[in-house]
């Protein structure tokens, strides 16, 4: 599901193909982040994250819970 914000905004319902991304926004930014999130120092394997988004995707088929990613393109 891909959800169209505006013209340069967009989320999408998470999925394996953002494994990538993510793993590398974290490790990329984890000094910064590790102010507001406890977990960052725990995704150094990307196994972590590849969890983290299973468990996600299971959520979200559940409907009991959502996860998206946000993208902004410049």
């Known amino acids: 599901m891909t959800i169209q914000i505006g013209d340069n905004i967009?989320?999408?319902l998470i999925q394996e193909q953002h494994?990538?991304?993510?793993?590398?926004?974290?490790?990329?930014?984890i000094d910064y982040l590790?102010?507001?999130?406890?977990f960052v120092d725990?995704?150094?394997?990307?196994?972590?994250?590849?969890n983290f988004i299973c468990i996600s995707m299971q959520r979200n088929k559940k409907e009991n819970r959502f996860a998206f990613?946000?993208?902004l393109t410049i």
């Open 10 to 12: 967009r989320i999408e």
């Open 19 to 29: 494994t990538s991304s993510i793993y590398q926004l974290v490790d990329n930014n």
């Open 34 to 38: 590790r102010t507001w999130l406890s």
């Open 42 to 50: 725990k995704m150094k394997p990307i196994e972590f994250a590849e």
């Open 69 to 71: 990613v946000n993208f």
